[in-house]
């Protein structure tokens, strides 16, 4: 939404499993445009940031290719509508919301806390007023860390 200037509604999210697909660009008349690549998101990343990317990855083989997709479940994946929620603020709390994901998708991985407790902590430490909207690096740097240490508060 930020960097391409797209409104929430304009993004659609979907369940991939395989995780092959990494983004599908619709067009106009129908057509759609991927990056599809190993589940490794080195090339996704450097791709998006750099004109040739730095990192090369074993090739697709499309004979075994099974590709599913499935509307998410708000559910069981909560934080996405609180993600499109924040796509309508105009304050900082896109920058916390990122900021508290990645403390807390940290400590879930390192069994710290539970999912839900994920989810918990991502929601409390954005439910705080992120008021102003940055306009320096060292604006939003600030901002990243107040929120990440409201979050390993909440841990």
Known sequence: SYLFGFKGEAIKVLIHPQSVVHSLIGTVDGAYYGQLSVPDMRLAITA????????????LDFSALTLEFFTPRWDVFPLLGLAYEILERSDSSAIAFNAADEVAVAAFLDTQISYLKMVEVVQRTVDRPWDGVPSTYEEILAV????????????
């Open 48 to 59: 998006a940031l750099l004109d040739e990317p730095l990192h090369r990855i074993e090739p």
């Open 144 to 155: 990243d860390q107040a929120a990440r240490k409201r979050a390993e508060e909440l841990i």
